[in-house]
């Protein structure tokens, strides 16, 4: 069975960085495919960073430059390294993985809250 546990959220002033982590158990983070979503209340759930199996990353474009998508394979955990963030960055923040030869998420972890404050 995979499981995902996210931790690292919290409260930052405007400016300030946060580490996410996602750590996986009964799924190859090193061997999958995975990503970290956003949502807050009221909204579509948004997209921020993806890896897949090959290493390759990529963002939403409100992100980019600011966050970095990375993985501790030994540690089986994926991380979310937020720098710059910004007001509207604060919402839920969901780890996701998924078999590479699809394209949807089928794993969800339970969510962090992300609250950046101005």
């Known amino acids: 069975q995979v499981q995902l546990v996210e931790s690292g959220g919290g409260s930052v002033q405007a400016g300030g960085s946060l580490r996410l982590s996602c750590a996986a158990s009964?799924?190859?983070?090193?061997?999958?495919?995975m990503g970290w979503f956003r949502q807050v209340p009221g909204k579509e759930r948004e997209g921020v960073a993806h890896?897949?199996?090959?290493?390759?990353?990529s963002y939403a474009d409100s992100v980019k430059g600011r966050f970095t998508i990375s993985r501790d394979n030994a540690k089986n955990t994926l991380f979310l390294q937020m720098n710059s963030l910004k007001p509207e960055d604060t919402a839920m923040y969901y780890c996701?993985?998924?078999?590479?030869?699809?394209?949807?998420?089928?794993?969800w972890g339970q969510g962090t809250q992300v609250t950046v404050s101005s």
């Open positions: 009964g799924y190859s983070v090193s061997r999958g495919c």
């Open positions: 996701a993985a998924r078999w590479c030869t699809v394209r949807e998420y089928s794993t």
């Open positions: 890896i897949d199996s090959n290493g390759r990353t």
